[in-house]
């Protein structure tokens, strides 16, 4: 099951993406290519094959991975807290 995003984590994602996108593309694809190359190998390939723009296809696809990324470590934080 995956985990829940917030709204908090959305706006956090969205406020982090929209303050220089080029620049925080371009440090995703570096860190999904180093963190889950096989991740970054299909974002790439589905914007390619697309007929929309291709860079917008990536955008989309880094922001729900980070998205997804940070609730997944809120939920094991909450899982895993103790007194």
């Known amino acids: ?17 929209f303050e220089d996108m080029p620049q925080w593309r371009k440090k995703m694809i570096h860190y999904i290519k180093d963190e889950n190359p096989e991740i970054n190998s299909a974002i790439i390939e589905a914007a390619n094959k697309t007929e929309l723009d291709p860079k917008a296809i990536a955008l989309g696809a880094y922001m729900s991975y980070l998205m997804l990324e940070i609730a997944a470590k809120e939920n094991d934080d909450l899982l895993n807290f103790s007194d």
Not at 2 to 16: D, K, S
Request: avoid cysteine; proline fraction near 6%.
């Open 1 to 17: 099951m995956l985990p829940v995003i917030t709204e908090e984590i959305a706006q956090n994602v969205f406020n982090e993406v």
